[in-house]
């Protein structure tokens, strides 16, 4: 029986490749003698799949009816921490969250003694992704965002990215700085940012919060993380902005924007170009000719020459004296242990030491106690009393005064 089944397995086999050979030989002839590339030869037409058709379209998930629900198996639940400074806000506005989310078939609690907030799926939740909404609204309101702006996150055609930039920089006051770089001037730069990118960017502490579409938040994103390296937002602004206008230009949609958008290169400048340019930089500030901000007296009010004139003629100061050059080195310092020989403590016993140091640190310590207590009694140091005057030094104060009337 074996023999008999591997015989038909062979010949099965040997026919399935007469036909596809049969079928590869059909082919050419359907294609117009066009020779079909080997992946794409089991391909079929898809009449329904039309250019006007857009796949990143997300369609609308309205609640099914009444009778046609059925509720989810298991209950989906998360829970988020928030800081105690959000407290209060979150209590006032609790109630609005509440109803918006019921409308989504969602329920929450607040938990202030434990400091957290949680959302849940009911029995007339009808979306199973509407839950991750959820969490995603209780994040922003925990990272500072107001209540009706992380509300509209429950949209479907808007999404949050929370940026974590705490860890990008290990300086505190760099991290400062380039975190102030993404506000700018007035907020300038973040508007910009949002103006661009059709996102909403609230930079709070740690970390920066964006809503928007998937697009826009992938170039916040890479904005923020850019500018924490050290890049300047300006250069991705710059950016955004040729590339909105070259989206208006329908001849360019299927060519590389290569060529119209900038390349910034960082330079790296050796440490003798950066002391060179120093250099120029100081001699261009004393040196009036090349320096071209530089005012001559002449041009000054008169009320400052005087100032200037008084200030030239005032004796000059002590030039330092060049030391003279010398091929020999400095002589040698003495060393902690020749101070010590010199003196006479090396020959000491170690407790003989011990009270030696502790000598010589009382003494410091009484010294400074004393220029401590000196400076407090000034406080309380009495001020030289005004001697009121007597009835005749009055009266001829006022014979004075009539005089010069």
């Given at each position: 029986m074996s023999a008999e089944a591997s015989?038909?397995?062979v010949s099965s086999k040997k026919s399935k490749k007469s036909k596809s050979k049969t079928a590869e030989a059909v082919d050419p002839a359907a294609t117009n003698g066009e020779e079909?590339?080997?992946?794409k030869r089991h391909r079929k037409d898809k009449p329904w799949d039309t250019d006007d058709v857009d796949h990143w379209t997300v369609e609308a998930f309205p609640a099914p009816p009444t009778d046609q629900h059925r509720p989810f198996l298991e209950e989906s639940s998360f829970a988020l921490l928030?800081?105690?400074y959000r407290e209060p806000y979150l209590r006032s506005v609790w109630s609005s969250i509440t109803s918006?989310?019921?409308s989504n078939g969602l329920a929450c609690e607040l938990d202030l003694v434990q400091g957290k907030m949680m959302v849940k799926t009911t029995r007339k939740t009808w979306d199973p992704y509407v839950v991750l909404k959820g969490r995603d609204l209780l994040k922003l309101l925990a990272r500072g965002v107001n209540a009706p702006q992380a509300m509209k996150i429950l949209q479907d055609d808007i999404a949050c990215d929370i940026i974590k930039i705490g860890g990008l920089v290990r300086n505190k006051e760099r991290f400062v700085k380039r975190r102030q770089r993404i506000v700018g001037p007035n907020g300038s730069t973040l508007k910009a940012i949002e103006l661009l990118t059709e996102c909403y960017v609230l930079v709070q502490g740690n970390t920066v919060s964006a809503m928007g579409s998937y697009k826009g938040l992938k170039e916040?994103?890479?904005?923020i993380i850019d500018c924490m390296n050290n890049i300047h937002p300006i250069y991705r602004i710059k950016e955004l902005m040729i590339r909105r206008e070259l989206a208006k230009d329908p001849k360019l949609a299927n060519e590389s924007w290569d060529r119209f958008l900038p390349t910034f290169q960082k330079k790296h400048l050796k440490t003798s170009?950066?002391?060179?340019?120093k250099n120029a930089a100081l001699e261009r500030q004393s040196d009036p000719a090349l320096n071209p901000n530089s005012?001559?007296?002449s041009a000054v009010a008169p009320s400052t020459t005087t100032t200037t004139i008084s200030a030239a003629t005032a004796p000059p100061a002590a030039k330092k004296q060049k030391k003279v050059y010398t091929p020999f080195p400095p002589p040698q310092q003495p060393s902690k242990l020749d101070l010590q020989l010199a003196s006479g403590e090396y020959f000491l016993k170690p407790k003989e030491k011990e009270v030696l140091e502790k000598k010589k640190k009382l003494e410091k310590q009484q010294e400074v106690a004393g220029e401590r207590r000196a400076v407090r009694e000034e406080a309380f140091i009495a001020p030289p009393e005004k001697r009121q005057d007597t009835i005749q030094e009055k009266k001829k104060k006022r014979k004075r005064a009539e005089e010069l009337m």
């Open positions: 015989s038909s397995a079909v590339d080997k992946n928030f800081p105690k918006a989310l019921e916040v994103r890479r904005i170009e950066k002391t060179a340019k005012i001559p007296i």
